[in-house]
């Protein structure tokens, strides 16, 4: 783990000092670093975290969620309706231009989902984000029609939160699409691309008709964004201790204390749908006979003390972890159990019931990311405290993945972003309704569950399927949430920054602001 001494803070921050970060803000430029290779700007064709960010900055979606109030709100759609369980229609905004002067219109909406949805369009990694339209159809100038293949409870969610419109004029003439993001697409969103340069990094600068974003969306007040490629850890602390940059996200813990430390310096932590969560293998694929017991994965359940996840992953700070594996705020989310209290006592009963009164051999596996390792380490602990002999093993994605389509995972620590969104359907989708490769609790009604929730439209009739999910998961212990996966900013104090956005990146472009 880097770990920069509070002297080293020091003697920086006296170099900081002759670059205050106020001059930064005079110059109406924020530079903000971005640690993966730059491909251009279209979540679509390069689905990482930061392109998430960059995508939601140049481009905008029919519509947006508004985090706060918990309600989709216009965005280029001024209205919508659930015409019949498969249609939905938009109703435009006619005063929508691109940043290149060309109107928006209805041929945008259609070019757009259907090239995402086109047989031939095969370098979009997740295409099957859009599997669910069937077709879409234009009924006039500014009224579009989407059309699903069966009834789609979280087609709102998509369209906000995965689904930016492309011009038709522009991104629609491009022959070769990944060139096209990456030399200067054409958005309507707050920002304009000025450059992208794979080697330096992507600048932009505001766009002065964003006038369209509503209470959810409101345009930052910052002029230009330089995102500067910047891939290693250490050089990026180094350079914002030098004010070679205004902000850096998710340090850890101990490093943005320290950083904090020096003047004109603040750390933002906040919360989003993120939560770390652990996973027991029930179904046996491991051939850890012990956790097939539904006493013993009890038992590991009764041995986690949350407070000490929660004090390690905040230092003290408010944060909330769900009572199940969804928020309450997500749509299909309902349950009447909660996870089951620390008893340490309770739990050495339960294992000598089952008859392991000595316990047993168990490995956790995890991912190499310090908050998350640490999390892992610190249930590893309490499991040996109730006589469970628990080891860690930290692994890579290409290594988990491998392990778990082999079916050697024991237990998983990890962090779950909750879906991203406000919806259950992404934690049904990968926790709950997955193919028998993935399946890890071999009960067969509760899977079933799960994929009613992905079809069932009337709110209420999905919220009772989701219920019968999550107790179940909870009663048979099979999964449970162990702490906050808090999101961490460090930057100058000139900035606002309001990280635990819901999407991948953790913030939005409204969600970084001067004061």
């Known amino acids: 783990m880097l770990k920069i001494s509070v002297l080293g803070i020091g003697l920086m921050a006296g170099a900081a000092l002759a670059n205050p970060a106020s001059a930064q803000k005079a110059k109406d430029t924020l530079r903000m670093a971005l640690d993966a290779p730059i491909q251009g700007i279209s979540y679509y064709l390069d689905p990482k975290p930061e392109t998430v960010f960059e995508t939601e900055a140049v481009f905008d979606n029919l519509i947006v969620f508004n985090e706060k109030d918990f309600k989709f709100e216009p965005l280029l759609a001024k209205s919508w309706k659930q015409v019949d369980p498969l249609t939905l229609e938009f109703e435009l905004r006619d005063d929508i231009k691109w940043h290149d002067g060309e109107k928006f219109d209805a041929d945008d909406v259609v070019h757009t989902l259907n090239w995402v949805t086109d047989p031939k369009t095969t370098n979009i990694r997740f295409k099957g984000n859009w599997e669910f339209i069937a077709k879409v159809e234009k009924t006039g100038p500014y009224t579009v029609r989407v059309i699903s293949k069966e009834p789609t409870p979280y087609a709102l969610t998509r369209m906000a939160y995965l689904t930016s419109m492309e011009a038709e004029h522009a991104h629609g003439k491009a022959e070769d699409k990944i060139v096209y993001s990456a030399g200067k697409p054409v958005g309507t969103g707050m920002y304009k691309v000025v450059e992208i340069d794979r080697n330096k990094g992507i600048f932009l600068e505001?766009?002065?008709?964003?006038?369209?974003?509503?209470?959810?969306?409101?345009?930052?007040?910052?002029?230009?964004?330089?995102?500067?490629?910047?891939?290693?850890?250490?050089?990026?602390?180094?350079?914002?201790?030098?004010?070679?940059?205004?902000?850096?996200?998710?340090?850890?813990?101990?490093?943005?204390?320290?950083?904090?430390?020096?003047?004109?310096?603040?750390?933002?932590?906040?919360?989003?749908?993120?939560?770390?969560?652990?996973?027991?293998?029930?179904?046996?694929?491991?051939?850890?006979?012990?956790?097939?017991?539904?006493?013993?994965?009890?038992?590991?359940?009764?041995?986690?003390?949350?407070?000490?996840?929660?004090?390690?992953?905040?230092?003290?700070?408010?944060?909330?972890?769900?009572?199940?594996?969804?928020?309450?705020?997500?749509?299909?989310?309902?349950?009447?159990?909660?996870?089951?209290?620390?008893?340490?006592?309770?739990?050495?009963?339960?294992?000598?019931?089952?008859?392991?009164?000595?316990?047993?051999?168990?490995?956790?596996?995890?991912?190499?990311?310090?908050?998350?390792?640490?999390?892992?380490?610190?249930?590893?602990?309490?499991?040996?405290?109730?006589?469970?002999?628990?080891?860690?093993?930290?692994?890579?994605?290409?290594?988990?993945?491998?392990?778990?389509?082999?079916?050697?995972?024991?237990?998983?620590?990890?962090?779950?972003?909750?879906?991203?969104?406000?919806?259950?359907?992404?934690?049904?989708?990968?926790?709950?309704?997955?193919?028998?490769?993935?399946?890890?609790?071999?009960?067969?009604?509760?899977?079933?569950?799960?994929?009613?929730?992905?079809?069932?439209?009337?709110?209420?009739?999905?919220?009772a399927a989701g219920r019968k999910v999550f107790d179940r998961s909870t009663e048979m212990a099979y999964f449970t949430p162990v702490g906050p996966s808090p999101a961490l900013v460090v930057h100058t104090t000139d900035l606002i920054v309001q990280p635990g956005a819901f999407g991948a990146y953790s913030i939005n472009p409204q969600g970084i602001r001067w004061k």
């Open 206 to 463: 505001a766009n002065k008709d964003f006038k369209h974003g509503g209470p959810a969306k409101i345009a930052s007040n910052i002029g230009k964004m330089n995102m500067l490629f910047i891939p290693d850890s250490g050089t990026r602390i180094a350079q914002f201790l030098v004010r070679g940059i205004d902000m850096v996200r998710d340090p850890t813990l101990s490093n943005a204390e320290d950083m904090a430390k020096a003047p004109g310096v603040t750390l933002s932590m906040g919360q989003g749908t993120s939560y770390m969560y652990m996973a027991i293998d029930a179904k046996g694929r491991s051939g850890v006979k012990p956790l097939q017991d539904v006493r013993v994965r009890k038992a590991l359940m009764m041995a986690i003390n949350r407070k000490d996840v929660l004090t390690y992953l905040t230092n003290g700070r408010a944060m909330r972890t769900p009572n199940a594996m969804c928020w309450e705020f997500q749509a299909g989310c309902d349950f009447t159990l909660k996870p089951y209290d620390f008893d340490p006592a309770a739990a050495k009963k339960l294992l000598a019931e089952a008859g392991y009164p000595n316990g047993f051999e168990l490995e956790i596996t995890t991912f190499t990311a310090e908050s998350i390792k640490g999390t892992a380490q610190i249930v590893a602990n309490q499991l040996n405290s109730i006589g469970v002999k628990t080891s860690v093993q930290p692994t890579e994605l290409g290594a988990y993945r491998k392990k778990q389509g082999d079916g050697k995972i024991q237990v998983i620590v990890a962090s779950w972003p909750g879906g991203g969104n406000p919806d259950v359907q992404g934690t049904m989708e990968f926790i709950y309704a997955v193919p028998e490769s993935r399946d890890y609790s071999g009960d067969a009604e509760m899977v079933a569950n799960a994929f009613k929730t992905l079809t069932v439209i009337d709110p209420e009739e999905r919220k």
